[in-house]
Structures are given as structure tokens and as C-alpha cells.
């Protein structure tokens, strides 16, 4: 079993999508750890409907293939489409960070992903939720790649949420 990491973003119908994206991977995985839910203004994007963003935490044996496959899936089955443009609105937007320590392109995927680097919606809910684990190729912990984070052209706040009958924070 490895210890998997995605991060989560919706800036269309925001509640409804993270709630889905949150019951479909507790139903297929099980036990989540689930981070503070922030809501954070567009990175790249023309349109300018806030997102929510968070990172989410499990374990499993699929391959990076099946989990790839798996998240496309539920971002289309969510009303994104394949053709749509890349800094265009979301539904859902899944995006594999970690797969256990794996680094290079595995069934055509680039793990880790490159955005915990560049992008504080991603790395401050990584490193809150998992401040001790290392970048699998920077070897920091994420709590230290946060803290060295120059976040001053991104802006983003954590909001309260619930999910199943607990909050989110």
C-alpha cells in the first residue's frame, strides 16, 4: 500500500463537486485524511469564479495508471468535459500529487506533481495535512516548503465546510 495525495478544485457549483469528489473517494479508498478546504482566487484563469481547493490523503495498491484513469473519470462523470480549455471554469478538477515515493513519469503521469512547488493552493493544504512527510524529490517536508513559500501573488483563505457530519477545517 502506498500513501496516495491529490489535490481537489471546483470553481463551478464548489460545494456540491467537493462533496461528491469527497464521497467517491471515501466509498473507492475508505479512510481519508482530508485537509482544510480554502477558497482561493484563479491562478491563469480569465474567468474569475473563486475556487475551493484541498488536499486529500489515502491508501491504496492501484497502480498510477488506475488511479489516473479512476479521477478522469469522476471529473467527467461531474460535467467536465475532455475538449474544454485549460484555464477554463471546473466542476472538478483531480489532479494526482503523490503515489507513495514514486518520482519520474509513471503510466504517463509526472509524479510528484509539479504545481506543490509553484502553487500555495496546493502546498499549504499538503503541508497541513502532511507537514512531516518529504517531497519525494526535494526531500523537505512539506511544512518546510511552506514555510520558505513566497505566497504574495497568491491568494487564498481557509473557509468552513462539512462533510458527512463532521467540519472540514
Keep these: 500500500m502506498a500513501l496516495i495525495s491529490v489535490s481537489i478544485g471546483s470553481n463551478i457549483d464548489r460545494d456540491h463537486h467537493v462533496r461528491t469528489c469527497l464521497d467517491a473517494l471515501s466509498a473507492t479508498f475508505g479512510t481519508l485524511a482530508v ?11 480569465e474567468d474569475g469564479r473563486n475556487f475551493f481547493n484541498l488536499v486529500v490523503a489515502f491508501e491504496s495498491h492501484w497502480t498510477v495508471g ?17 475538449d474544454s480549455p485549460k484555464f477554463s471554469p471546473r466542476t472538478l478538477d483531480i489532479d494526482l500529487l503523490t503515489v507513495g515515493e514514486l518520482t519520474g513519469i509513471h503510466d504517463g503521469v509526472a509524479l510528484p506533481r509539479e504545481e506543490i512547488l509553484h502553487h500555495a493552493f496546493v502546498l499549504q493544504p499538503l503541508a497541513e495535512l502532511l507537514p512531516e512527510t518529504p517531497h519525494p524529490l526535494d526531500g523537505r517536508p512539506y511544512a518546510q516548503l511552506w514555510a520558505s513559500f513566497n505566497a504574495a501573488d497568491q491568494c487564498l483563505w481557509p473557509i468552513e465546510f462539512s462533510w458527512k457530519p463532521r467540519a472540514v477545517r
Design 35 to 45: 485537509s482544510r478546504i480554502f477558497e482561493s482566487e484563479p491562478v491563469g484563469f
Design 66 to 82: 488506475e488511479l489516473q484513469a479512476w479521477c478522469k473519470r469522476l471529473e467527467f462523470a461531474n460535467g467536465r468535459r475532455e
